[in-house]
T-cell receptor
């Protein structure tokens, strides 16, 4: 079955610095890779996604890159702000729409 | 507004009680899921459903059961709650045909004393 590995498990950065979270997946049939942000006490919410026919996607301060050959994808947050502090989950989805989540990264942005 | 709703938001019950956590979605999604999550930790899939009368067990062994009699409703039942069941339970849904992303409910924070 599909496995999704996510690193690091915790990440602390200074406000204004960049943060990078990396994920690898095992099933080459995976074709969709969403990222979820979960703030304390709230539900996970989709913040950006990328499909397997695209190598990079950007939305303001966040971007996701995908390397299909190496089977890894990354979330990049630039100019981090304290409100970026949350737990971030990567995921990979198969053709049947079943999703596998990474274990999560707790990002702390220090003011 | 089309969304996914979970009730109750918080629940404190005694050991041995039977409880049902409610989940309803108004998006017409085919697939629904239950995840168990300790705060800020990994999401563990405990049950899922591909449609009416379809239910499957997930990766995490669970003493709960689910039913899917109507498309919009996917309740989770614990026959006899134990302190080890204390956790947050998140319901999610997705559209099998056209959309890949999951929409999550706000969760039920369960405490068994």
């Amino acid at each position: 079955g599909e496995n999704v590995e996510q690193h690091p498990s915790t990440l602390s950065v200074q406000e204004g610095d960049s943060a990078v979270i990396k994920c690898t997946y095992s099933d080459s049939a995976s074709n969709y890779f969403p990222w979820y942000k979960q703030e304390l006490g709230k539900r996970p919410q989709l913040i950006i996604d990328i499909r397997s026919n695209v190598g990079e996607k950007k939305d303001q301060r966040i971007a996701v890159t995908l390397n299909k050959t190496a089977k890894h994808f990354s979330l990049h947050i630039t100019e981090t702000q304290p409100e970026d502090s949350a737990v971030y989950f990567c995921a990979a989805i198969l053709n049947n729409n079943d999703m596998r989540f990474g274990a999560g990264t707790r990002l702390t942005v220090k003011p | 507004e089309a969304d996914i709703y979970q009730t109750p938001r918080y629940l404190v019950i005694g050991t041995g009680k039977k409880i049902t956590l409610e989940c309803s979605q108004t998006m017409g999604h085919d697939k629904m899921y239950w995840y168990q999550q300790d705060p800020g930790m990994e999401l563990h899939l405990i049950h899922y459903s591909y449609g009416v009368n379809s239910t499957e067990k997930g990766d995490l062994s669970s003493e709960s059961t689910v039913s899917r009699i109507r498309t919009e409703h996917f309740p989770l039942t614990l026959e006899s709650a134990r302190p080890s069941h204390t956790s947050q339970y998140l319901c999610a849904s997705s559209d099998y045909a056209s959309s890949y992303g999951y929409t999550f409910g706000s969760g039920t924070r369960l405490t068994v004393v």
